[in-house]
């Protein structure tokens, strides 16, 4: 379904985006009230693969996560298309099949392929004339001009700050429709990349928990003039304490006895995902 994400991000209030990594954990996301979610890439590779997010995940594997979720939520889905996994051309087929499987954003990155997350140590860019060409690329694939692309620079551990904005100005020369400075490490490397930008494009701050960047709450980012802000990892890293927790006492104890109060039952969890609902439409087709 369209959703008007060009109009959203023309205002000046906060998009506030969770992670999500599956069908599930969206339907719950979208349940708590949120109007957009963030399809993280890293969060695909801990959930669908157990690894770190090193560049091990493919486009089909994010197409396919996305196309799950859009078949079950209505909200907007941006999502982390990495380096657009290779060169121009590949970007092109993302980007029209994240198009086709319902993105509403399409987050591409300036990295060298393998990337890595944008919050490790260790990371390497392409040459700014290069991510331009990919950008170019992406926004000649897309089908409709409703399908947002935004760009994300990685030079700023690299290359210095300064660098990371004059890439960051090329590539809103481009065309690009939202910004996305990764890893800003400072308060005053916020003030000075939102000076900049944002009154141009909407621009995203990404808050991971242990990163570079000082978390900071949703309404502390609008005060920086920032439009969108997504907390990518935390779903799956309130998802592994959840879960090791209860494995844990699971192991010892043999029974989830104890776990119970922090458990949904048979029938919550059926109510969660719409089986009653689902149970009443398959009646009305049969006999």
């Known amino acids: 379904m369209p959703h008007d994400m060009r109009?959203?991000?023309?205002?000046?209030?906060?998009?506030?985006?969770?992670?999500?990594?599956?069908?599930?954990?969206?339907?719950?996301?979208?349940?708590?009230?949120?109007?957009?979610?963030?399809?993280?890439?890293a969060s695909i590779a801990y959930t669908r693969l157990g690894r770190?997010?090193?560049?091990?995940?493919?486009?089909?594997?994010?197409?396919?996560?996305?196309?799950?979720?859009?078949?079950?939520v209505a909200l907007p889905v941006i999502?982390?298309?990495?380096?657009?996994?290779?060169?121009?051309?590949?970007?092109?087929?993302?980007?029209?099949?994240?198009?086709r499987a319902g993105a509403a954003?399409?987050?591409?990155?300036?990295?060298?392929f393998p990337k890595r997350?944008?919050?490790l140590d260790g990371k390497s860019v392409v040459p700014a004339a290069?991510?331009?060409?990919?950008?170019?690329?992406?926004l000649d694939a897309r089908d409709s001009d409703q399908t947002l692309i935004l760009a994300r620079t990685d030079a700023l551990a690299v290359e210095g700050l300064d660098a990371a904005l004059e890439r960051a100005e090329r590539y809103l020369e481009a065309g690009v429709d939202a910004l996305f400075i990764e890893a800003l490490r400072s308060p005053e490397q916020m003030r000075a990349a939102c000076s900049r930008f944002a009154g141009r494009a909407p621009l995203l701050a990404n808050m991971v928990e242990g990163g570079k960047t000082p978390?900071?709450?949703?309404?502390?980012?609008?005060?920086?003039?920032?439009?969108i802000a997504i907390f990518p990892g935390g779903t799956a890293r309130a998802v592994a304490h959840t879960l090791r927790g209860y494995?844990?006492?699971?192991?010892?104890?043999?029974?989830?006895?104890?776990?119970?109060?922090?458990?949904l039952d048979f029938q919550q969890l059926n109510e969660l995902i719409g089986t009653p609902e689902l149970i009443r439409q398959g009646n009305t087709y049969s006999e």
């Not at 999502?79 to 121009?88: L, S």
């Not at 954003?105 to 060298?112: A, F, G, H, K, S």
Request: hydrophobic fraction near 45%; aromatic fraction near 8%; include cysteine.
């Open 7 to 41: 109009a959203r991000l023309a205002r000046s209030e906060i998009v506030l985006a969770p992670g999500v990594y599956d069908a599930f954990s969206a339907l719950i996301a979208e349940q708590a009230g949120f109007e957009a979610l963030y399809l993280s890439g």
């Open 52 to 72: 770190s997010d090193v560049g091990l995940t493919t486009y089909t594997e994010v197409a396919d996560t996305l196309a799950r979720i859009t078949e079950r």
């Open 79 to 99: 999502v982390d298309a990495d380096t657009g996994f290779g060169n121009a051309l590949n970007v092109m087929r993302t980007v029209r099949g994240l198009e």
């Open 105 to 112: 954003v399409i987050q591409l990155e300036d990295q060298t």
């Open 117 to 119: 997350c944008g919050h």
């Open 130 to 138: 290069e991510m331009v060409g990919k950008l170019k690329a992406a």
């Open 215 to 227: 978390v900071q709450s949703a309404a502390e980012l609008q005060q920086y003039g920032f439009r």
């Open 247 to 263: 494995y844990a006492s699971l192991h010892a104890h043999g029974t989830t006895a104890p776990w119970r109060e922090q458990m």
